[in-house]
């Protein structure tokens, strides 16, 4: 079955660093687009980051220039790393296979 397993989410300052991971399995992870979602309380989940089987990366305006996203195919894991981090960051932060699955969520709290 497919899984997305989390990891890497906490309590930061503003303008302090996060790397998140997710290690997926279960469907041939190199042939496929991984996404990393955000949800704030009260709001609905955003498209943070996208990357293709090939590497190619977009993302959002709001974390353009300080979030990148990466994977290792060796590994069958997609990075997240968050830089000048902003307290309008917090959220879960789901890891997504589009149209299938969902991580279950990791809390980026970024607060004084």
């Known amino acids: 079955q497919v899984r997305l397993v989390e990891s890497g989410g906490g309590s930061v300052q503003p303008g302090g660093s996060l790397r998140l991971s997710c290690a997926a399995s279960?469907?041939?992870?190199?042939?496929?687009?991984m996404t990393w979602y955000r949800q704030a309380p009260g709001k609905g989940r955003e498209l943070v980051a996208t990357i293709t089987s090939g590497g190619t990366t977009n993302y959002a305006d709001s974390v353009k220039g300080r979030f990148t996203i990466s994977r290792d195919n060796a590994k069958n894991t997609v990075y997240l790393q968050m830089n000048s981090l902003k307290p309008e960051d917090t959220g879960v932060y789901y890891c997504?296979?589009?149209?299938?699955?969902w991580g279950q969520g990791t809390q980026v709290t970024v607060s004084l």
């Open positions: 997504r296979l589009p149209g299938r699955y």
């Open positions: 279960g469907f041939t992870f190199s042939d496929n687009v």
